[in-house]
């Protein structure tokens, strides 16, 4: 987990601004949407599935982490991306998604530290007050790990293909919208 939680905490402060100016674009979104939804379905079909916790090394925790880092580009999910390196890296279903939302932890949590020290630091940059992003935060942990215990029953048995349609759906529902002016890409 430490490992893994390296590669999005330097890529995250150090490319900070590029993500909340640069990489703000819906067309960008809906496109990673739909490719990062693909590449979760072709790991899910092509991965071996054999590996479980034991198996895990230092190798794998940082191409997992790199994964996670994927995540600072709007429209690719934190735990899909991790949960798809996992996949293809060969883990179990449950194994590929334990692992992710191990990772998330850390993650969240200095992410969500961030944020809540700028709001208090500069509480006019931000339209969020503390107390509002720190009531925020204890509110996305409490689904999150509700969210978490349900998702985990769910792959001892189901696959992820639910998850794939939902992002290749909404990612052409949201290039419709865009190309018919129906939203702004900015």
Same mark, same amino acid.
């Given at each position: 987990?430490?490992?893994?939680?390296?590669?999005?905490?330097?890529?995250?402060?150090?490319?900070?601004?590029?993500?909340?100016?640069?990489?703000?674009?819906?067309?960008?979104?809906?496109?990673?949407?739909?490719?990062?939804?693909?590449?979760?379905? +072709?790991?899910?079909?092509?991965?071996?599935?054999?590996?479980?916790?034991?198996?895990? *090394?230092?190798?794998? =925790? !940082? @191409? %997992? /982490?790199? +994964?996670?880092?994927?995540?600072?580009?709007?429209?690719?999910?934190?735990?899909?991306? *991790?949960?798809?390196? =996992? !996949? @293809? %890296? /060969?883990?179990?279903?449950?194994?590929?998604?334990?692992?992710?939302?191990?990772?998330?932890?850390?993650?969240?949590?200095?992410?969500?530290?961030?944020?809540?020290?700028?709001?208090?630091?500069?509480?006019?940059?931000?339209?969020?007050?503390?107390?509002?992003?720190?009531?925020?935060?204890?509110?996305?942990?409490?689904?999150?790990?509700?969210?978490?215990?349900?998702?985990?029953?769910?792959?001892?048995?189901?696959?992820?293909?639910?998850?794939?349609?939902?992002?290749?759906?909404?990612?052409?529902?949201?290039?419709?919208?865009?190309?018919?002016?129906?939203?702004?890409?900015?």
């Amino acid at each position: 987990v430490i490992i893994g939680t390296i590669p999005i905490g330097i890529l995250g402060f150090l490319f900070q601004d590029v993500i909340r100016d640069t990489f703000r674009n819906l067309w960008l979104v809906a496109i990673v949407l739909i490719v990062f939804g693909l590449i979760l379905g +072709a790991a899910d079909a092509l991965g071996r599935r054999t590996r479980n916790e034991q198996d895990l *090394t230092y190798p794998h =925790g !940082l @191409a %997992l /982490g790199l +994964a996670q880092s994927l995540a600072l580009i709007p429209g690719v999910s934190r735990s899909g991306a *991790t949960t798809t390196m =996992g !996949l @293809a %890296l /060969g883990y179990t279903r449950p194994v590929a998604a334990e692992v992710a939302f191990l990772l998330a932890v850390p993650a969240v949590f200095g992410s969500g530290v961030y944020e809540l020290y700028h709001s208090i630091k500069d509480p006019g940059s931000s339209v969020f007050s503390g107390a509002e992003t720190a009531v925020a935060t204890v509110i996305a942990f409490v689904v999150g790990l509700a969210v978490i215990a349900f998702l985990m029953q769910y792959l001892k048995r189901g696959s992820f293909l639910p998850f794939v349609i939902y992002r290749v759906v909404l990612g052409i529902v949201l290039i419709i919208l865009l190309s018919l002016g129906v939203l702004q890409a900015y």
